[in-house]
């Protein structure tokens, strides 16, 4: 990537894992988050701690953001300390949290008004995706821009493609989101069946996992299920956030999607038991709960 200065702003689940490759690679990066304490391990490996979005910005020439909320990439990018009041014309800023395709236009055009270039490059692969390098990495912006960007890319993922204009990345991501959201469904219900049929679990995700039916979801998510384990690689809480972004661009462009519909629903009964913070395959505990178990 030559001597680029990259900047890295949000380390949560999916940020510390995408950054230390980064790192891993020799680069220098400049890294902020809220939270320092979840910055620590990219600071022990020698990135640099900045005191804001955009003292990280003045001091990058690539500036990376992945954070929770279209809010929070409304704060980092266009706030009073944000990487768009101190950002070096001829920089370039890729957004890779899931975000709106509104917004990822509107922070083109602003970027662009200040000689900057910008990518909307949402990400699909889970925390161990993240963790491994192998993440879908979903492009929308100016080729030539994502051209310079793609060698970065390519330390944090093996599918990487580019979609087309500002916005295509995230409407890519929709997509993405909208296949997973019912597929999930099938995950749990598929699992709870086996159980109430007295089946092992394992042995049912052993043989279906393999054949026509087999997901990504059910093979990845469905051993977390069985053992118990609801741990985050993607909240509850994230996920209802991405499907509310969905359904708006549906409603947009005049597009129905009732399974997409239904998805959310379960999901907002999630959040309604206190499972906000837990792993998209805690869904598993609503199913549970409506057959009584």
């Not at 910055?39 to 005191?51: F, T």
């Not at 661009?249 to 997409?260: D, V, W």
């Amino acid at each position: 990537m030559g001597n680029n200065k990259i900047g890295w702003i949000g380390t949560g689940v999916m940020g510390r894992s995408m950054c230390m490759h980064i790192l891993k690679a020799g680069n220098e990066v400049n890294v902020y988050n809220r939270t320092k304490a979840k910055a620590e391990d990219l600071l022990s490996r020698g990135a640099i701690w900045c005191e804001s979005p955009g003292e990280v910005a003045e001091k990058s020439d690539i500036i990376f953001t992945i954070v929770g909320y279209p809010s929070d990439v409304r704060e980092v990018m266009f706030g009073n300390k944000g990487i768009l009041k101190s950002v070096k014309p001829g920089s370039i800023v890729v957004d890779m949290t899931t975000s709106e395709p509104s917004l990822a236009v509107e922070i083109y055009e602003k970027a662009k008004s200040k000689d900057v270039s910008a990518l909307d490059a949402p990400v699909s692969g889970g925390d161990v995706g993240a963790r491994e390098a192998r993440l879908a990495i979903m492009v929308g912006g100016d080729r030539e821009i994502y051209e310079r960007v793609l060698p970065v890319f390519q330390l944090m993922g093996k599918n990487i493609r580019y979609m087309g204009g500002a916005g295509a990345g995230q409407h890519t991501k929709m997509s993405n989101q909208i296949l997973i959201s019912t597929s999930m469904i099938g995950v749990v219900e598929s699992l709870l069946y086996a159980y109430k049929a007295g089946l092992d679990q394992q042995e049912v995700l052993d043989i279906v996992g393999k054949g026509a039916a087999a997901s990504w979801s059910f093979n990845n998510y469905g051993p977390r299920i069985i053992r118990g384990d609801f741990n985050p690689g993607f909240f509850i809480k994230h996920f209802i956030k991405d499907m509310g972004i969905a359904l708006d661009e549906a409603r947009k462009m005049n597009l129905s999607l009732p399974g997409l519909a239904l998805a959310n629903q379960f999901y907002i009964a999630a959040s309604s038991m206190g499972l906000e913070n837990m792993g998209t395959q805690a869904l598993y505990k609503v199913f549970e709960k409506m057959n009584g178990m």
